[in-house]
Every structure is written in C-alpha cells, then in structure tokens.
C-alpha cells in the first residue's frame, strides 16, 4: 500500500492549492497508510501555520480516522489518544498518542518531566 507524507495529508485537509489537492487526491484514491509520524506532524502544521484551533483539530484526526482511502496507522491507538485530546488539549495530541503507543505496547506507566502528561492515567510525573 503507498503511503503519505506530511504534506499530502495537510493538502487534503488545507485545501488550499487546487492543484495540489487534486494530485493528492488521485495519489490516496487506491488506498494510502499515515504513520503516526505524519500524523502528528500534520496536526502542528494545522495548529501553527494554519491556526487551527483543537476542536478543529480533533475534527480532522476523527476525518482522517473515517476516511475511505486512508488506513491510519494503529487506528485504535489514534482513537484512544484522541479521546484524551478531547478531554484534555492542554496534553497536546503528540503526547496522548505517545501514552496510547506505550500502553498498547504493554509499556507503562510512561514516566515524564511533564506535569500536565503525568497526571494522565498511566504515565507517572518524574520528580527531581
């Protein structure tokens, strides 16, 4: 199955070249795969050089989600760190799906210097 990069996915959600949307449409129309790396890279495009607010944002990981040509990858994983995105933007989508990865891994809890991050169940507050 062919894959997208960053920019291909932000194409189908910016919209806002033509041309480039069209190509990126006839690319994903067979099927395509999105890493969880582009995934969250297209999310941080969305957020600081589009100014998309998290609403908006949880609404286009759900798209991505649902589509019919994109397989994301883990898509349970993406689910359940989007759940957590939505009860908690302030942990930022990267980090709920980092605690997701771990957890479905069987690795945890997931120890980190964030305060906000380790107050979430499953990942523990390292202190100094």
Same mark, same amino acid.
């Given at each position: ?10 194409? $189908?959600?910016?919209? #806002?070249?033509?041309? &480039? ?5 006839? @690319?994903?129309? *067979? ?15 969305? /957020? ?6 998290? *609403?908006?944002?949880? !609404?286009?990981? /759900? ?9 994301? &990858?883990? *898509? #349970? ?7 957590? @995105?939505? !009860?908690?933007?302030?942990?930022? @989508? ?9 957890? !479905?891994?069987?690795?945890? *809890? $997931?120890?980190? @210097? ?15």
């Amino acid at each position: 199955m062919r894959a997208v990069d960053t920019n291909v996915l932000v194409r $189908l959600l910016a919209r #806002d070249d033509e041309e &480039q949307a069209a190509a990126a449409e006839a @690319f994903v129309a *067979p099927g395509a795969w999105v890493s969880h790396v582009v995934l969250v890279e297209t999310l941080w495009v969305l /957020e600081s050089v589009y100014e998309v607010d998290v *609403p908006a944002r949880a !609404k286009a990981v /759900e798209m991505l989600l649902n589509h019919r040509e994109l397989i994301v &990858q883990d *898509p #349970d994983v993406v689910e359940r760190a989007l759940g957590h @995105f939505r !009860k908690r933007p302030s942990l930022g @989508f990267s980090d709920c799906l980092v605690l997701e990865s771990a957890r !479905k891994a069987g690795h945890g *809890p $997931l120890g980190t @210097f964030d305060r906000d991050l380790g107050s979430a169940e499953g990942a523990e507050f390292l202190t100094t």
